[in-house]
């Protein structure tokens, strides 16, 4: 019995020794990835092992910077417009509330952004009556200053219903789709893209939360609830935690399946979804003499389909994954009736090169044609048909349609490059606007 207590005792004590080797082995490793060092996953380094050993605890920071310049090569309206450049900080903070407090499942982020710079979309469209989509997406939505996430999220039940409140974006949660085209029309939250007057994408934040239930590891079912109020949107309320004056509120339900397809595992994404908002708009039809006549709530559905084609090598990591994605939006209130895309992008497409990236997209966004009319009518009433006229409204017709191809370049964990082409046809979907030729580059940081 005592031979079995020493030997029992050994062992125990040559786990710790193990134990104490390995945190020793670790922490060294971590102190040797300093500032640019190209094996770390940030440039500023894990000072000095303190920021892997944070995360292990519970806190994990995100400093992130990223840029996107866009040059008008050929066409739009103002052709010789030169490169434009844009740029967003974000600045965040994860609590495993879990680790630190015993909260168990339980998950805080705090994150703050800012954006800056310039926008070359609005010189390819005609500024009489703007454009659809955004070459540099992280313009959009104002430059300047904002509490984009402040939310708590609390697992219930083993995870089987989760509960999120606080200041939140709608997209983080629904249509969600990771890309990194620069043109708006490929990223995701679509949906609330073509009706960015009621669904708001980051980094606008507002007063809400969503109730998940897990049904199975592969499946779930959300419901959403949105305060609505346009100070959130103005510029200069980034911090605007007033929730008056309300207008309603945006509920959007989705169903969602994220499986792994075959021997591989091969990751999916598909998502069906539908909104509803209770803020009255004017409805286009009812337009005469500068004034609507109806107003009605607005409402509208969306689909997303991700799914990883194949695996190369055996290595689910890289292979080729194809996006479609589509919204349809009420014909009363919606400028934009539907929308669809489809992308590829290609991981890894060389052995050396297992981190890069190949992207190819195509969009269309199509005018709901009452809108149109509307336009139509305007000019009819002030008597003006000449296109050159600068009293003219232009008459937006049909569809854009976007186009783009990238290059990601990962140079580091913390450093990736990309080169672009987009070719946006029919711009604002004004047929009097040429086609647009734009080159591009971006990249993202993470400090």
């Not at 495993?96 to 909260?103: A, P, R, T």
């Not at 400028?335 to 981190?355: C, H, M």
Request: proline letters at 4%; hydrophobic letters at 35%.
């Amino acid at each position: 019995m005592e031979r079995k207590t020493e030997a029992a005792w050994r062992i125990k004590q040559c786990a710790r020794l193990t134990g104490i080797a390995t945190l020793l082995l670790s922490g060294a490793a971590l102190a040797d990835r300093a500032p640019f060092d190209p094996d770390s996953p940030w440039l500023l380094g894990d000072w000095g092992g303190y920021r892997s050993q944070l995360q292990q605890d519970g806190v994990d920071f995100q400093v992130n910077y990223t840029l996107e310049s866009a040059a008008n090569l050929a066409g739009g309206y103002h052709s010789a417009t030169t490169m434009r450049y844009t740029d967003q900080w974000a600045f965040g903070t994860t609590l495993d509330l879990d680790k630190l407090l015993n909260w168990q499942d339980t998950q805080f982020q705090f994150t703050i952004t800012s954006r800056n710079g310039q926008d070359l979309t609005p010189y390819l469209n005609d500024p009489r009556s703007g454009g659809l989509s955004s070459v540099q997406e992280v313009w959009g939505r104002g430059q300047t200053w904002r509490l984009t996430q402040f939310w708590l999220n609390k697992g219930l039940f083993d995870n089987l219903l989760e509960v999120k409140a606080g200041r939140v974006t709608v997209g983080e949660d629904f249509d969600s789709l990771d890309s990194k085209f620069e043109n708006l029309a490929f990223g995701g939250g679509q949906a609330g893209n073509w009706r960015g007057d009621r669904w708001f994408n980051w980094p606008v934040s507002q007063w809400g939360g969503r109730v998940k239930l897990n049904i199975t590891p592969e499946v779930f079912f959300q419901v959403g609830f949105y305060n609505q109020n346009r100070n959130n949107y103005d510029r200069g309320n980034g911090f605007y935690l007033d929730g008056s004056p309300t207008l309603g509120n945006l509920v959007p339900v989705e169903l969602g399946w994220k499986p792994l397809l075959g021997a591989n595992k091969l990751p999916g994404n598909y998502r069906l979804g539908f909104y509803y908002s209770s803020v009255d708009g004017d409805v286009w039809h009812s337009y005469d003499r500068g004034d609507y006549g109806q107003s009605a709530h607005a409402y509208g559905g969306y689909v997303l389909a991700q799914q990883q084609l194949f695996a190369m090598d055996g290595d689910n990591t890289r292979g080729l994954t194809l996006a479609v994605q589509a919204v349809m939006n009420d014909h009363k209130t919606s400028k934009t009736d539907n929308y669809q895309s489809i992308s590829l992008v290609w991981k890894g497409p060389f052995a050396s090169r297992s981190e890069d990236e190949i992207g190819l997209g195509a969009a269309r966004i199509h005018v709901n044609d009452d809108y149109g009319r509307m336009q139509r009518q305007v000019n009819n009433e002030n008597q003006v048909h000449d296109y050159r006229n600068p009293t003219y409204l232009p008459v937006q017709k049909g569809s854009e349609y976007n186009y783009e191809l990238y290059y990601n370049l990962h140079a580091t964990p913390w450093l990736s490059v990309r080169p672009s082409l987009q070719y946006v046809a029919s711009p604002g979907a004004v047929s009097q606007v040429k086609d647009a030729f734009v080159g591009g580059i971006s990249a993202n940081i993470n400090f």
